[in-house]
């Protein structure tokens, strides 16, 4: 189930006119990356002047127009004029009501700005119920503190960081009051918005002792979720075939059998049980057990079980006696393995070692399904690729190498992808003359892989070096996507 998601993040701090704020633009950051973890399409705003605001919303309206749902994100100042809500910029003139209200992005324009994009699901979230700091040069009373309340029409939430009339805490950590708690729920597997909602209201009156209580005002007419679990979006296999840890073996069932010994890591129990895989035989099997067959294939060819390679390597003719739903239920298996673990949790690094047997595969047009029920179990997880695997997307990439063939930059679409593994890591003396040499084509294999992409669609242009053939790869360096 493919989900199309916008969304647009403002987060302002450097007020020109009032004193700094200290979370927006880290609430900003922190919410965006969680979306995008989500599977949202997210355009971020940090310290926006009122033409940025304005432009912003105006590209936020053109993304929504094709978009199941649309979410609005501001942290920062916000006002209330005239019973009426307006969200500062970093720019807005202050100097009186009139002047501040034409400086600041009226709440109802984005409200009625999403009503009109048309997706099905307007999701508008508000960390922006800070005291007023012009409250006083207002003359104003107590009585119109905090944001008002205000009309949601169908298919729209409004998520307040706290009561009409109420202030909210700037936070005292990274992020603000509500964003703290926001950001503790908000990729909750499984967890509908509205108990999501409950759920950060929950934490937020607990970590503010009862001082702040954040506020929804909804129209849904439809179950949203942010974080659907794999079993949940993919229904192509049982819930307890994506998490194979609960796949429940019947030994009385010969498919059954098969996978037990895969599971076995030996080597002497595993290369026999491969030969066991027979056409006659799998074309009698379930979906469900040729997929974790399929599993326990690609965990055994990574654990260097001879048979289980042979097997991938020949997949086309292993399988050609195969009706097509069961080859394919089998070459699932083995991409899902690549990224899922046996809870069904996406796993922090892929298990690659040999993804570019499978990438291989995707060279022949009638296993193309598989390599779209791939790309879809991934779509959620796009930000953390630089190409989503199972599309057949071609990367072209630029190396830059010294005179000593030393590499210093991998260049994608301009960007140097190169990167630490771990931000901490410190190069030592007896760091110096430890880099990986490996040929030119081993360092192809060796990016392809970091890239989990298959050979065929990476083309790499050299730059540099002596002409020798030779590369020092940066022992503590990849290029794999944080």
Known sequence: MTRALSALIIGNSKYAHAGALRNPSNDAQDVSSRLQACGFSVAKVIDASHAEMDRALKSFRSALADQQVGLFFFAGHGVQIDGENYLAAVDTDVSDEITTKHSSLPLNRVIETMEKAGPTTSIIVLDACRDNPWERAWHRSATTRGLASVYAPKGTLIAFATSPGQVASDGAGRNGAYTSALLKHLDTPDCSIESMFKRVRNTLSVSTSGKQISWEHTSLAGEFYFNLSIGARITDYSPNA????????????????IIKELKVLTWHRQNPAVAQL???????????????????????????????????????????????????????????????????QFRDEPKSSRFSLLGDLQLHSELEASFGFIAECLLPYASKFHALPGKAHAVALDIQLAADNSLTGVFLGGVNVLRQKHEDFIPSSSFIGRDRTVTRDDLLELLADQMTLPRHLLTVTLSGGDGAGLTKFPRGYTVRRA
């Open 242 to 257: 994506l998490s194979d840890k609960l796949f429940v073996l019947d030994d009385a069932r010969e498919a059954h059998q």
């Open 278 to 344: 027979v056409a006659a035989d799998a074309n009698k099997f379930d979906d469900d057990s040729l997929f974790v067959i399929g599993r326990n294939l690609y965990q055994s060819a990574a654990g260097s079980a001879n048979a289980s390679n042979d097997y991938i390597m020949h997949f086309m003719d292993r399988t050609t006696a195969l009706a097509a739903e069961k080859r394919k239920a089998i070459l699932d298996g083995m991409l899902f393995e690549v990224f899922f673990d046996s809870r069904g």
